[in-house]
């Protein structure tokens, strides 16, 4: 049997080839988790809301957080205004969403709270942390502000803007894709 000799160096060239183009690909964004990219989630404790007091503006956006990462659309309706007219039921359609597209999986850290008179502002970043098969770790972070409005003595959220933005950002991302065209 005839066989062409092989130089040394161009057996490990495929192999080679092959984990660039693989840890190329793994490192690819797109709206979708591609196989082997592992968010890691980071779920709002009760400890991290225990920090934070009773009439804090920042604790009614950890509590609303965490019915959010829950999916509890009855919980998390009880935490805005009124005045936004948010009901569990609309807030299901919301949930339905993917929670990494929501986001609800990132890590909150609280940067500010701005008050004034009966409003306040809660300023955050939220921060994603990727794991990839080749070892390495990509974060993002994104900053973000919530909007509260004090009234009968308790802060809740004065508007929807959070999940309104998103949800704005994907029926755009869908019908300008190839697809929705």
């Not at 991290?48 to 007091?53: G, K, L, M, N």
């Not at 935490?79 to 969403?97: F, I, N, Q």
Request: proline letters at 8%.
């Amino acid at each position: 049997m005839d066989r062409l000799p092989t130089l040394p160096s161009s057996r490990f060239l495929a192999p080679v080839a092959t984990l660039a183009i693989a840890a190329a690909i793994a490192g690819c964004g797109s709206l979708g988790q591609l196989p082997g990219r592992v968010a890691q989630p980071d779920v709002v404790t009760r400890q991290d809301i225990a920090r934070y007091p009773e009439d804090s503006p920042v604790r009614t956006v950890l509590l609303w957080w965490r019915a959010l990462q829950f999916k509890s659309a009855d919980l998390a309706a009880r935490y805005y205004s009124p005045d936004v007219g948010m009901t569990p039921k609309a807030l299901e359609g919301h949930l339905a969403l993917p929670p990494d597209v929501l986001n609800t999986t990132a890590h909150l850290r609280v940067v500010d709270v701005e008050k004034s008179g009966r409003g306040a502002t809660v300023l955050i970043f939220l921060t994603n942390v990727f794991r990839h098969p080749n070892g390495r770790t990509d974060k993002t972070r994104a900053p973000n502000s919530f909007h509260l409005v004090r009234r009968d003595g308790r802060w809740l959220l004065a508007d929807n803007r959070y999940i309104a933005r998103i949800e704005r950002s994907v029926k755009k991302f869908v019908e300008e894709s190839p697809q929705g065209k």
